[in-house]
């Protein structure tokens, strides 16, 4: 059972079914304790689409081979959480020097309770953000200068004081923001006054998706509200299966043409009809491990993306597929645990484990090309404890969605640095200190890709 207050701040995880299940804080990706469970799972309920002897390794086949990448656009506008709404941009044309220009503070950081963890967008001339405490913040996107900040919690809300999470989108010279207040909300852009406001039943932890006049959001009992983009009222709703074992982050859905995927904490991801919410599929990604117990929480919190009539989603239960946006027919899919997006580009995909392991696949057959480890050389320590007696073990750094600059992959991660790699081969190009950890992938508009940290920073990278 989800709790509303204080267990918000990490992870709803009660009822596995297994008792003495202790994983609230290994699922936490801003935790830094050790989250390998010594616990059995027991078998699950769905039909695993993995063999059981699939291993990640590269392709014999695919050693050599060159493969096709988008030619990088400079973006005008980066309006929704993925860039689009099929959550998928290609290759972008900026930040050429990868150096600092400046940072700035944007508002709350992370603390007991509360953590920064919408994904920033950017439009006309001006980068937004969300912080801790659900407050959004439009920025200059050359100086970083505050324009004006609007909160989401209505002030009468006690029932949520400590509500995380949300997210924002932009489009029609407007801002469309959720929260964990239980509040959907019309800001205008250049000045920061609310249109209008909706309240919802259930917070909502994931950033919306705005497409053809709806606003679309999953909420925190696996329900997938819509609402039109003029009034704010309420539209369709689609119940996905009830799951009471959530990561703290969670997806936004993926729009192409009258189509929406969604994906939810239980595993699925389901195709909509985007005018009325007819079922069109629906897949579960899952598979239950009898060595790990997190395969238990089936939860997809990294976005959909939608990429040249394939859709791609990774699961927290070990499953990174390609299903065909039209028939909801798996195409491939690979053994991966993930709690980011995917990034479709060219003749390949890339994913981040969350492991660290950053794996490009073939877009077509799912074969990998190569596989380069974040944490390579990583080793757990204890934190707290007295004389090496006792504390807990530091997880793994988690690492954040890819963003393509040119041939370059730009992640970040709580290491507090981005790390540029080569999208070829996959070599460490450049490391370079935020100063600030951050899961959040990067986002890019002119000739600019902006980060924000945990500590509440914009980073804007020329």
């Given at each position: 059972m989800i709790r509303r207050n204080t267990i918000l701040a990490a992870v709803a995880v009660a009822a596995l079914g297994m008792a003495g299940c202790s994983t609230v804080s290994r699922l936490n990706p801003f935790d830094k304790k050790d989250d390998t469970p010594a616990e059995l799972a027991g078998e699950g309920q769905r039909i695993s689409i993995i063999a059981a002897d699939q291993v990640l390794e590269p392709a014999?086949?695919?050693?050599?081979?060159?493969?096709?990448?988008?030619?990088?656009?400079?973006?005008?506008?980066?309006?929704?959480?993925?860039?689009?709404?099929?959550?998928?941009?290609?290759?972008?044309?900026?930040?050429?020097?990868?150096?600092?220009?400046?940072?700035?503070?944007?508002?709350?950081?992370?603390?007991?309770?509360?953590?920064?963890t919408a994904p920033p967008i950017a439009a006309d001339g001006k980068v937004f953000a969300m912080d801790a405490d659900g407050r959004v913040v439009a920025m200059d996107a050359r100086s970083g200068s505050q324009v004006w900040r609007t909160g989401t919690n209505p002030g009468d809300n006690k029932r949520d004081k400590l509500g995380f999470g949300g997210g924002i989108a932009f489009a029609d010279g407007k801002i469309y923001a959720v929260s964990?207040?239980?509040?959907?909300?019309?800001?205008?852009?250049?000045?920061?006054?609310?249109?209008?406001?909706?309240?919802t039943s259930e917070a909502i932890h994931g950033a919306p998706t705005v497409s053809g006049g709806r606003v679309f959001a999953v909420a925190l009992d696996n329900t997938l509200l819509?609402?039109?983009?003029?009034?704010?009222?309420?539209?369709?709703?689609?119940?996905?299966?009830?799951?009471?074992?959530?990561?703290?982050?969670?997806?936004?859905?993926?729009?192409?043409?009258?189509?929406?995927v969604a994906a939810f904490g239980s595993g699925e991801l389901v195709a909509l009809?985007?005018?009325?919410?007819?079922?069109?599929?629906?897949?579960?990604?899952?598979?239950?491990?009898?060595?790990?117990?997190?395969?238990?929480?089936?939860?997809?919190?990294?976005?959909?993306?939608?990429?040249?009539?394939?859709?791609?989603?990774?699961?927290?239960?070990?499953v990174f597929a390609a299903t065909d946006l039209r028939t909801g027919q798996a195409r491939w899919s690979l053994p991966v645990v993930g709690v980011?997006?995917?990034?479709?580009?060219?003749d390949v995909v890339y994913v981040v484990s969350k492991n660290g392991e950053v794996i490009c696949a073939s877009r077509e057959s799912g074969q990998i090309y190569w596989m380069k480890n974040l944490n390579e050389g990583f080793k757990a320590k204890k934190k707290g404890g007295v004389f090496g007696l006792g504390g807990q073990k530091q997880n793994r750094p988690i690492w954040s969605s890819p963003l393509l600059a040119g041939e370059r992959l730009l992640i970040v991660g709580q290491t507090g640095e981005?790390?540029?790699?080569?999208?070829?081969?996959?070599?460490?190009?450049?490391?370079?200190?935020?100063?600030?950890?951050?899961?959040i992938a990067p986002i890019a508009m002119g000739d600019m890709v902006y980060v924000i940290t945990q500590e509440a920073d914009l980073i804007a990278i020329r």
């Open positions: 014999e086949a695919l050693k050599g081979v060159d493969f096709a990448l988008p030619t990088p656009v400079k973006l005008d506008a980066w309006p929704l959480p993925g860039g689009s709404p099929e959550q998928s941009v290609g290759a972008v044309d900026a930040a050429p020097n990868l150096d600092i220009a400046w940072r700035k503070n944007f508002g709350q950081a992370n603390k007991r309770g509360r953590y920064v964990g207040h239980r509040q959907v909300l019309q800001i205008d852009a250049k000045t920061g006054a609310v249109g209008w406001r909706t309240k819509t609402f039109d983009a003029a009034t704010g009222a309420p539209s369709w709703t689609y119940q996905a299966l009830s799951e009471s074992a959530r990561i703290l982050s969670a997806s936004s859905p993926a729009v192409s043409g009258d189509t929406v009809r985007a005018s009325n919410g007819n079922d069109l599929w629906n897949e579960a990604l899952s598979r239950a491990s009898r060595t790990s117990a997190l395969s238990e929480i089936r939860d997809i919190p990294g976005r959909p993306v939608i990429y040249q009539g394939d859709v791609f989603a990774v699961s927290h239960s070990g980011t997006a995917p990034l479709p580009a060219g981005l790390v540029a790699l080569n999208a070829k081969t996959g070599e460490v190009i450049k490391r370079l200190s935020l100063k600030g950890a951050s899961t």
